[in-house]
């Protein structure tokens, strides 16, 4: 029976690197010291398995990539995920582990919300009619990998045809990727709980395809005339399957959100001001600045 004071949380880490050895011990004994707090540790993403067990939150060690891999493995039984940042730049995993001990009273006290980010689903279909499905957060990329070709990839949506496109490579991302290799590529910012899709070409050979925006509720097909030796379909930038003849893929909104906790008053916009450097002034006009005044 659960006890509605207690905090029921989950934990689980990336599996390499000296910040997770200092740091996991160090966050596990802060959280077994709390009175109200029943917690279950979990090894990798790969390990964790909650089974019919309820949390109120699964906290995630490691950066961005390390929530991907947790929340594809959470599966149909997805749980808000709060991130504490071991990585680098960290959209998705906004504290850091002094951070996360300074604020964790206010988790206990429930002052913090539960965003729901869209997710989907991609089938790769064979031409004999096999198929593969896998969840995703981030970005479906279809790359042209060794072949150092231009790839002639056609796109419909909702069963019509939209344009064929020749480039490098072309992503279909969420707005929860779209700061990721969709910015990279050109790509424009999304607010992360908007319901659409990016469609951003890679270094597109024609000057007039440029990034296009839809909703989340259609289906986005790709098939490629010709398949180059080489050319890849990349899910998240974790799974990777060698394209071949025939092949058909579809990308759609998933049956599951991403459910992600965060504190009140962190907001998306913050995020890109510090994650980002999005302060809308080179460090050249701040000096200019200060020397005026």
Known sequence: MRNPTKLYLALTSRSDGDAVDSIRPA??????????????VFGTPDELDIGDKHFDIVIVLGGDGTILRTCRQLGAKQR????VNLGRLGFLADLSPDEFQVMFPRFLARDYQVIDHL???????????T????LGLNEVSVLTGSALRILHIRLAINGEIVT??????????????????????????????LQAFVITPICPHTLTNRPLVDRADCVYTLTLPEVPHGATLVIDGQIK?????GDRIEIRRADVSFQLARLLDHSYYDTLHRKL???GQTVYEKRSNLKGS
Request: charged letters at 25%; glycine letters at 12%; a negative charge.
């Open 80 to 83: 808000p995920i709060l991130g």
């Open 277 to 279: 450097g999005w302060g």
């Open 131 to 134: 198929e593969q499905r896998h």
């Open 164 to 193: 064929t496109y020749r480039c490098d490579g072309l992503i279909i991302s969420t707005p929860v990727g779209s700061t990721a290799h969709s910015l990279a590529a050109g790509g424009p910012l999304l607010r992360q709980d």
């Open 119 to 129: 997710m989907f689903e991609c089938r790769l279909i064979r031409e004999d009619g």
């Open 27 to 40: 966050i596990i004994e802060f959280l077994r010291n709390q009175a109200d707090v029943e917690l279950d």
């Open 241 to 245: 399957e060698r394209l071949q003849e």
